[in-house]
C-alpha cells in the first residue's frame, strides 16, 4: 500500500504547504526595492548587493534635498554638506572625507529628523530613514 493511499490528508497537506512556500519565495524575491531595480534594470557597481530604490519612488522632501546637492545648495540646516564618517560600517570603506551627508525634512519633526541622504565622490547616493540603521542605494 503506498503512502498516497494510507495518508491522503497529510500528503494534501504537504503538497499545499509546499506550494504555500513557493508562492511565498516568489512574491517576496520578486520585490522592487530589494537588491534590484525596480525597473528591472543594471544596478551600478557601487550599489551591488545593496537594497536599492528609485529616485522617483523617495518621498518628496528627499526629492527636494537631491535638488539641492545638484544646485550645490543652499542647505536648510548647518550640518548639510558635512562629512559622514560611516561609523556604522554599513557604506563600502571609503577615505574619510568620501562621503557627506544631508538632512531631509521630516514632516511634523521640530528637529532634523531621522532621514538622510549620503552622497559619496564617485556620485552614489545613499539613501536612510532610520538614522543609519539602514542604507538604500539611490538609483538616478
Not at 77 to 82: E, H, I, T
Not at 98 to 104: A, I, L, Q, S
Amino acid at each position: 500500500m503506498s503512502v498516497r493511499s494510507r495518508h491522503p490528508r497529510a500528503l494534501l497537506r504537504v503538497s499545499l504547504t509546499a506550494l504555500l512556500c513557493a508562492l511565498l519565495a516568489l512574491l517576496t524575491g520578486c520585490s522592487a526595492e530589494q537588491g534590484g531595480t525596480s525597473s528591472g534594470g543594471p544596478v551600478p557597481a557601487w550599489a551591488e548587493g545593496m537594497d536599492t530604490v528609485r529616485q522617483e519612488r523617495l518621498p518628496a522632501e528627499a526629492r527636494d534635498t537631491l535638488r539641492l546637492i545638484d544646485q550645490g545648495g543652499p542647505f536648510p540646516y548647518a550640518k548639510d554638506g558635512s562629512v559622514f564618517g560611516n561609523y556604522e560600517k554599513l557604506l563600502p570603506e571609503r577615505k574619510r572625507g568620501h562621503y557627506r551627508e544631508y538632512t531631509v525634512k521630516t514632516p511634523g519633526s521640530r528637529d532634523r529628523g531621522a532621514r538622510r541622504l549620503v552622497t559619496g565622490r564617485e556620485d552614489e547616493i545613499y539613501w536612510t530613514e532610520d538614522h543609519y540603521a539602514s542604507f538604500r542605494a539611490v538609483l538616478r
